[in-house]
């Protein structure tokens, strides 16, 4: 058996910007909902069988708390604000198991999800279907959790991650804790960039292990001296934002392995579907499930 987990909140943005605008007679938008929804029914078309689907229920975490400059969803068009929750209706009307986060996000949920699933014997491989960097530490040695970038039809396991990032995926939170992360709001230490960090860290795997003295680095990087001094300045930042981009594997997902196995829209899919002007996924949903029953 093979668990997809797809990352819903990436979905919704990369179709709100490939797909154009749409609203309904009494104005919402659903643009992109439409568009994660013809993609997931893809995902069943092409065989896929267990589906979980994370989406951010709210854009605010946990991780709010710890940094004041963490991504909060200011400057997000209402646009697509606006359909955060729509999605998670006209998913589970679909027949989806979702995982709506609101204390964490997305990214934790599949994390999560990724290992309880990996944990049952009747699992053979977790994807992770996003191309987000945070999720390759969630890969794991023996490939039954790998990602997949379903736009770039990329798997990547982990001698993908090490190919991509110049680290194993146990090294990605360290990584993003000293080069940063724009797109999460966190900036990393000054000075520290991609082939830096993934120099030292290829060397010693985790923060704590790199020797304070530069003289005692036995790998050759641009600058040590500089980039050493500048860890022993900022390390407890190094510490946090690497908890920052640490996945949280205690994120409330599923039950058991049945909840996720797709077996068919819900009763009230004809009138989820019409509400946001797509009737005709009630026909696809039905040749679908008329396809698992032959």
Not at 73 to 87: A, D, K, M, R, V
Not at 96 to 124: H, N, Q, S, T
Not at 214 to 223: A, E, I, K, L, S
Request: aromatic content about 8%.
């Amino acid at each position: 058996m093979r668990v997809h987990l797809v990352d819903g909140t990436y979905e919704l943005f990369r179709y709100h910007f490939a797909l154009p605008t749409h609203q309904t007679a009494t104005g919402q938008h659903t643009g992109a909902v439409r568009g994660v929804l013809n993609s997931m029914f893809m995902l069943l078309e092409d065989g896929a069988t267990h589906v979980g689907i994370a989406t951010d229920h709210v854009i605010e975490s946990f991780r709010n708390d710890l940094y004041d400059g963490y991504k909060d969803g200011s400057g997000t068009e209402p646009e697509i604000l606006s359909q955060f929750n729509l999605l998670e209706d006209v998913l589970e009307a679909a027949g989806f198991c979702v995982f709506a986060m609101v204390e964490f996000e997305a990214d934790d949920a599949l994390g999560a999800a990724a290992r309880l699933a990996a944990a049952d014997p009747a699992v053979d491989q977790v994807m992770i279907c996003t191309p987000d960097k945070d999720l390759g530490q969630c890969v794991t040695d023996d490939a039954r959790i790998v990602q997949y970038d379903r736009r770039k039809q990329l798997l990547v396991d982990r001698e993908g991650v090490i190919d991509k990032f110049g680290v194993p995926p146990e090294s990605i939170p360290d990584y993003l804790g000293l080069v940063g992360d724009t797109a999460d709001g966190f900036p990393g230490l000054p000075g520290w960039g991609a082939k830096s960090a993934s120099t030292v860290l290829a060397r010693y795997g985790h923060i704590e292990n790199i020797p304070a003295a530069p003289g005692q680095w036995d790998v050759q990087v641009r600058g040590a001296a500089k980039l050493a001094k500048t860890l022993q300045d900022h390390y407890d930042d190094a510490l946090l934002f690497r908890r920052i981009a640490t996945i949280a594997y205690d994120a409330p997902t599923f039950g058991s392995l049945d909840e996720l196995r797709w077996t068919g829209p819900g009763a009230d899919f004809a009138e989820v579907a019409r509400s946001i002007d797509a009737p005709d996924a009630v026909e696809r949903a039905e040749k679908i499930s008329q396809a698992r029953r032959s």
